[in-house]
């Protein structure tokens, strides 16, 4: 039991939460504003992509990222677009976005990094460097919880909180509240609602991307077909278990991060003296998330104008 | 009256331009001299112009083996739709048909005379048990089905191939791999002429059964109806929790109906890696298709030669293959711009 459980797991568990809590939290500004998005998983693809590809030909993290953020903002437009210019159903604007990003990041994948393999180039990615927290490593837990992690794994740990101030405390919280809940009554009391609207889904791009950015330049250090591997829903998941507010999603989404770090814990170490298989570990990160859908029902409270156009 | 055509011929016209503006786009940017790239898509999609690779049989065979699977999973997605349910399960229920399917079909004992049936629906069967789950989930505790789904698809992946290495792997070979159906197992050609199963003639007449039940029964009306506004039906004394679990069942029983077929009359084991994405090609197969089981038989056709053409290109040029998943996406967006302008998800 001790070598299975430590404060290394939690570590661990808040790396693996972070892409989780940065989607969760991206889906909650496009949700409480009443715009569904299913097509979070895609964003984090193509975030992925583009953070690894642009750190690739730059060597830079940084310009890896700001790739991510914009390729993850331009998808969010086209989800906002379908919705408040056509007014296209939500989900299916989402599954399409979902099916494009995974066609087009595997597509852009053969034609962009492949080839520098091929040509005997490397396609491992420089990522963000380990966050010195000084006199915090020096710490009990908190140094042990900070230890290896870079300036993302905070950032994630952060937002919750300055998006529950933001939502609570600020005019255009107040609005975000209005509008998702009854659009029409906001709308004549002289809410913009198709700018918030935007606003809400533009900003579930940017932090769907950092996510996506999260994979390549903070966890794996290469691109590899389809690897936000359901992470999107997973994310999804948490917003509702979490009844789509801010601090709920994200402790959330750092659970489904412990069940990932468990999993990968598990791989290669006997629980209880018996080594379970690799197959079946793999499935720890899916099935919590099903019976957490499963038991959410009754606390679920959605923004009632959620899905309307 | 007029107008309506009008209409009906403008919004195929921009179709067409997505379409073809999309994959000119990606031709392009495979660096493939366009021309040459249409010529080898449409060899793949029609078996013409003729070619040397490419038999127009061996393309023909290739675009019905696709319709076969494509119609299969666009029914599944498309039903669930009708019922007011997005199955984005299609790929796990697939699997775990298939899996099922293989399995049996390389049992021993088993009377020649009902092993290929039995087989078949113990592939459906098993498709739909993977999709029972999730519609209970919906029905009775409100769990988005396009999570469940998506998760389930996940779960399938992975135990699939569990069971495929540790249990059912075929002692003859050290690939990760099941033994190959029995000869009694095997769904046979059309004819000697091409390699397409009797599985294209099945998934029609299924196509047939559903658009019959869809639009002449009771059951199709009340799911229907379940779909289009599910208090408006409860209202109405329609039983919608029965008939959402129903359609849910059938959607699962029609995509691991194409996994059984796939294994018992094209690859004739299950392996890792086993094609899965005919799942999600169903989306934009019953979207596209209005979620109408006849128009869904036209849209698998075309995709199925889509699908063909651009893996032709794909084997010729080495372009990458997912052009036709990227733009069965662009479609899918416009379709769901054109139709869905109110927000409804029916056809």
């Known amino acids: 039991m001790g070598e299975v459980f430590d404060l290394q797991l939690v570590n661990t568990a808040l790396r693996q939460a972070t892409p989780l809590m940065l989607a969760a939290l991206g889906g909650l500004m496009s949700e409480r504003t009443g715009v569904i998005n299913i097509g979070l998983e895609g964003k984090i693809l193509m975030g992925a992509f583009a953070g690894a590809y642009g750190a690739l030909i730059t060597g830079s993290p940084w310009v890896g990222l700001g790739s991510a953020v914009l390729v993850g903002l331009l998808f969010a437009l086209l989800h906002a677009v379908a919705t408040q210019e056509f007014k296209t159903d939500h989900v299916v604007s989402g599954v399409a976005i979902n099916l494009l990003a995974l066609g087009l990041s595997t597509y852009l994948f053969r034609q962009l990094i492949l080839p520098r393999e091929e040509r005997g180039l490397s ?164 099935l919590p998330t099903v019976i957490a859908l499963a038991g959410s029902f009754g606390r679920m409270k959605p923004p009632s104008d959620l899905g309307n156009p | 009256m007029t107008q309506t055509w009008l209409r009906w011929l403008l919004n195929a016209l921009i179709g067409a331009g997505v379409l073809f503006g999309t994959l000119t786009l990606l031709i392009a940017l495979a660096g493939q001299p366009i021309g040459a790239s249409y010529r080898i898509l449409l060899q793949g999609a029609i078996g013409f112009p003729p070619s040397e690779q490419l038999t127009p049989l061996d393309a023909w065979d290739g675009v019905l083996h696709d319709m076969t699977l494509l119609l299969l999973t666009g029914l599944s997605v498309g039903l669930a739709l009708q019922a007011g349910l997005f199955n984005i399960g299609a790929a796990g229920q697939l699997l775990v048909g298939a899996l099922v399917a293989a399995w049996l079909g390389t049992k021993q004992g088993i009377p020649t005379s009902i092993h290929l049936p039995l087989t078949l629906l113990a592939g459906a069967l098993a498709g739909a048990l993977w999709a029972l789950m999730p519609a209970l989930l919906k029905v009775w505790r409100g769990a988005h089905e396009v999570i469940t789904t998506i998760m389930f698809n996940y779960i399938a992946l992975y135990l699939t191939h569990w069971l495929v290495v540790e249990y059912l792997k075929d002692p003859a070979s050290d690939a990760p791999q099941t033994a190959p159906v029995l000869a009694s197992a095997q769904l046979p050609p059309l004819g000697s002429f091409i390699a397409t199963s009797w599985g294209i003639a099945l998934a029609a007449g299924i196509a047939l059964l559903l658009w019959a039940i869809l639009y002449r029964a009771v059951w199709g009306y009340e799911t229907r109806a379940t779909g289009a506004n599910r208090d408006a039906a409860d209202a109405a004394g329609v039983p919608t929790r029965r008939r959402i679990v129903e359609a849910m069942l059938l959607a699962g029983a029609f995509a691991g109906l194409a996994g059984a077929i796939e294994v018992c009359g094209s690859q004739y084991r299950f392996f890792e890696g086993f094609p899965s994405e005919y799942g999600f090609d169903g989306i934009a197969v019953a979207l596209m298709g209005a979620n109408h089981p006849a128009w869904t038989i036209l849209t698998a056709f075309a995709l199925g030669a889509l699908r063909n053409g651009t893996y032709n290109l794909h084997v010729v040029t080495g372009a990458p293959k997912e052009i036709a998943m990227i733009v069965q996406a662009a479609l899918i967006l416009y379709v769901a711009a054109l139709r869905l302008r109110r927000g409804r998800l029916e056809g």
């Open chain 1, 123 to 286: 396609s491992v990615v420089r990522g963000f460097e380990p966050f010195r927290a000084g006199w915090l490593e020096h710490v009990p837990i908190l140094g042990a919880l900070l230890k290896d992690q870079t300036w993302l794994v905070l950032f994630a740990v952060v937002l919750p909180f300055a998006l529950f101030w933001l939502l609570n405390h600020t005019r255009w919280g107040l609005r975000v509240y209005a509008v998702g809940n009854d659009a029409v009554k906001a709308r004549t009391m002289g809410v913009p609602v198709k700018k918030i609207r935007y606003l809400g889904v533009l900003l579930s791009g940017v932090f769907a991307g950092m996510a996506g950015a999260f994979l390549t330049l903070a966890s794996a250090d290469q691109f590899r077909e389809n690897m936000s591997a359901g992470r999107g829903f997973i994310a999804l998941a948490a917003l509702i278990f979490g009844r789509w507010h801010p601090l709920g999603a994200a402790g959330a989404a750092f659970g489904f991060g412990f069940f990932e770090a468990l999993q990968m814990r598990l791989q290669g170490q006997p629980l209880f003296g018996l080594q379970l298989p690799t197959d079946l570990l793999l499935m720890l990160p899916y």
